[in-house]
């Protein structure tokens, strides 16, 4: 008897596992991902410590990179299918700012190994750590944008397109920069676009509300807590490297190129913050993104 050709149903209610990496609070791992999915809340640090003392999960969550120094990465990787995940394979990577990830600019920190049990276990997710240090260097402070990506050898494994949380469940990502109290925004941030595919792309930056940013529930560790939004006093625009910033859109045409975020904003006061968000897209559907949290 040959084997079916096509599935016989969802792969969720089939005995198999389904594995993923949030993009946002509550995803249960539906792709395309419908609006912001480099903001993942299962993408964490702990900074300034080795992986051979942190923690097996890390004290506080939306913590940030020490550039120079000894990170260790974590990443929440889930299984909502009714069939165990047992050679789940974990890698983490790191890149230099860009608003969408591909092979050649990512570079691999270390890979985990993990099981997990099906959806009605109570083993269905875990907390996976890098076992490999990570040391940012200091190109934007040591902001490098962060890439998860779980999948099982056997019975789910990694799919295509490889490098695309948007479209991807077995891929979660961190691209967020974010400004600590006293500390003031670089005059610029470089950010790469990534690869085209030979079409053109438009990148845009807009301010946003503090509350449409869940992942700073994480940083404050208090769900339903947000800082207020603060008021502008300047403005926030791209250009290109090294000139002035005085536009909210830009083209791009060739692969590589890069763009520069820059805000004369003042700091915001205690308790407040100013979110930005970078966004790159092509015929209308967003591919990439980057987003600035600046506190207070």
Not at 214 to 228: N, S
Request: overall charge negative; aromatic content about 8%; glycine content about 12%.
């Amino acid at each position: 008897m040959d084997p079916p050709r096509v599935w016989p149903g969802p792969r969720q209610q089939m005995w198999l596992p389904y594995i993923f990496i949030r993009a946002f609070p509550g995803d249960t791992g539906a792709r395309p991902v419908q609006g912001v999915f480099w903001e993942s809340p299962d993408v964490h640090i702990a900074p300034g410590v080795a992986p051979s003392v942190a923690p097996a999960v890390p004290a506080q969550l939306g913590q940030v990179a020490l550039a120079g120094q000894a990170n260790t990465v974590y990443g929440h990787v889930w299984n909502l299918g009714r069939g165990p995940a047992r050679e789940v394979v974990v890698e983490f990577y790191w890149c230099n700012p860009t608003l969408g990830f591909n092979p050649i600019g990512a570079s691999l920190i270390g890979t985990a190994y993990t099981t997990l049990g099906d959806r009605g276990s109570g083993f269905c997710h875990e907390v996976v750590k890098c076992p490999t240090s990570w040391v940012p260097t200091f190109v934007n402070g040591g902001h490098e944008c962060l890439l998860v990506r779980a999948w099982d050898v056997a019975a789910d494994p990694m799919s295509t397109p490889e490098w695309d949380a948007w479209q991807n469940r077995h891929l979660g990502q961190r691209n967020i920069h974010v400004v600590a109290p006293g500390e003031s925004m670089p005059s610029q941030l470089t950010l790469a676009v990534g690869p085209l595919f030979g079409q053109p792309a438009q990148v845009t930056v807009t301010r946003d509300q503090p509350t449409n940013m869940p992942w700073l529930q994480l940083h404050a560790m208090a769900r339903g807590v947000f800082p207020a939004a603060a008021p502008p006093t300047g403005l926030v625009a791209l250009g290109t490297p090294g000139r002035l910033l005085d536009q909210t859109g830009v083209n791009v045409t060739a692969d590589g190129q890069q763009i520069a975020l820059g805000s004369s904003d003042g700091p915001p006061a205690p308790g407040s913050a100013h979110v930005y968000r970078v966004t790159a897209s092509q015929n209308g559907q967003v591919f990439g993104g980057y987003s600035v949290v600046v506190l207070g």
